[in-house]
């Protein structure tokens, strides 16, 4: 365990998300196959998927894959932000209703905020680039790591921007190169903002109460999606200090 991978204990609940009970799992995020197995529905919608990720691979990946959401604790990974907000990224065991869930909450919450959903009913995204940035960047230890390249594949699923800028291209190369063992990870870095997973790219902007929306379809931040004090909550989470 390097001085990135601090220990955390997992949340014994998530207010508001019916789950658990949790367990911690950063030993993971050195795993090239964990890797592979996360991003898989990012990769999966590129047509030249088969360059990046082998047979093989592709086959001990998703069983790793299927063993996490299969079992009856469910791993979670959690990025701190500051103010006291988190970010938890949760393996949802359900049985005939896996996949992986966004959350961001607040001890002063209720219930936590469902900010994307990977597998079944696909939700998102629900960061931004600014965001995605914020998140990586700020070093805070007490989450599952203060890895910037393992924080950025991390929450990657959970990130749509039609605005990212072009340095967010090396960003993801860099984080590949030093999490992963894709072969190309810089084609592979610049194939998949193109993409940016089945949720697709929507454009953010800022709404009449200053809360940062965007216009996916699928977003629980779409403008329509949930009411104003909820969306200008979400949105000062990022910036709090």
């Known amino acids: ?22 367990r911690r799992r950063p030993e993971l995020l050195g795993e090239h196959l964990f890797w592979v197995g996360h991003l898989h529905n990012w990769c999966a919608e590129l047509e030249e998927v088969e360059e990046f990720v ?8 998703g069983r790793l894959r299927a063993g996490l959401l299969g079992g009856e604790q469910w791993p979670v990974f959690t990025v701190p932000l500051g103010g006291g907000y988190l970010l938890h990224v949760v393996y949802r065991a359900f049985a005939e209703d896996e996949g992986i869930d966004y959350l ?30 914020a998140a990586v960047d700020n070093g805070l230890p007490g989450g599952s790591t203060a890895d910037p390249h393992a924080r950025l594949l991390l929450l990657l699923p959970a ?7 072009a ?14 063992r894709f072969a190309e990870p810089e084609r592979l870095a610049a194939a998949l903002p193109a993409v940016q997973g089945p949720c697709g790219a929507p454009r953010w902007h800022l709404g009449p ?10 977003s629980p931040r779409h403008a329509d999606a949930l009411p104003a004090v909820r969306q200008e909550r979400i949105t000062a989470a990022p910036a709090a200090r």
């Open 54 to 61: 082998d047979e093989a691979e592709d086959l001990a990946a």
């Open 104 to 133: 961001l909450h607040h001890p002063e919450w209720d219930a936590a905020e469902p900010l994307a959903g990977d597998e079944g009913c696909f939700s998102g995204p629900g960061l931004c680039w600014d965001e995605l940035v």
């Open 1 to 22: 365990m390097t001085h990135h991978d601090l220990p955390c204990a997992p949340p014994a609940v998530i207010p508001g998300y019916d789950g658990g009970p949790y």
């Open 167 to 180: 340095g967010a291209v090396e960003r993801l190369a860099a984080a590949l190169r030093a999490r992963t």
């Open 159 to 165: 990130f749509g921007d039609a605005d990212a800028p």
């Open 209 to 218: 109460e200053g809360a940062r929306v965007n216009d996916g379809e699928y």
